[in-house]
């Protein structure tokens, strides 16, 4: 049996490594939960009961992290001596704030859904080249401390995109 120190690749069973495949993270995820299910465990007593809730637990946060892009590449980073510390951190390229200034504006100047989803649109093409990169940078180049970067801007698209969403939903 696995230890619950396990990092989360290990538990899952699948490469260490950004680009992960949706579909089998889930059926590993299913099969495991099924493995540690705590009423599998109720002939055996409260203590076997016990650890097997501290397993479907950390199954559940191994979940999270490996099928969110964003968490996942922190986590990449953090396992290869990286961690990404965006609470002490922030700095960022200059092009990048510019052009988080650029969607700030845009955001606080459009006020009809058509030209929020235009701005969604751009922001989500930048998200998808962000992910690229990180798939570069993490499962190519083997480089965390680069990688690192592309996960702060990362988060912050991912925050904005929750901004324009919220806008787009208060006018439809």
């Known amino acids: 049996m696995i230890s619950l120190q396990a990092n989360d690749f290990e538990l899952f069973d699948v490469a260490v490594q950004y680009a992960q495949d949706r579909a089998q993270l889930d059926a590993r995820w299913k099969a495991l939960q099924r493995e540690a299910h705590p009423d599998r465990f109720a002939a055996e007593g409260a203590a076997a009961q016990r650890i097997a809730m ?17 968490k996942r590449a922190a986590y990449l980073c953090e396992l290869q001596g990286a961690p990404v510390q965006a609470e002490n951190n922030t700095a960022m390229p200059a092009a990048f704030l510019m052009q988080q200034m650029e969607w ?8 009809s859904a058509q030209g929020l989803e235009a701005l ?8 998808r080249r962000v992910q690229h990169e990180l798939a570069r940078l993490l499962d190519e180049a083997k480089d965390p401390a680069q990688a690192v970067g592309q996960v702060r ?7 904005f995109t929750q901004e324009v969403n919220a806008k787009l939903d208060r006018l439809t």
């Open 153 to 159: 801007a990362l988060m912050f698209i991912e925050r």
């Open 54 to 70: 501290q397993w479907s637990v950390r199954i559940n946060e191994a979940y999270q992290r490996l099928k969110d892009p964003l």
């Open 104 to 111: 700030r504006e845009s955001l606080e100047d459009t006020d």
């Open 120 to 127: 969604a649109d751009q922001v989500s093409a930048e998200q």
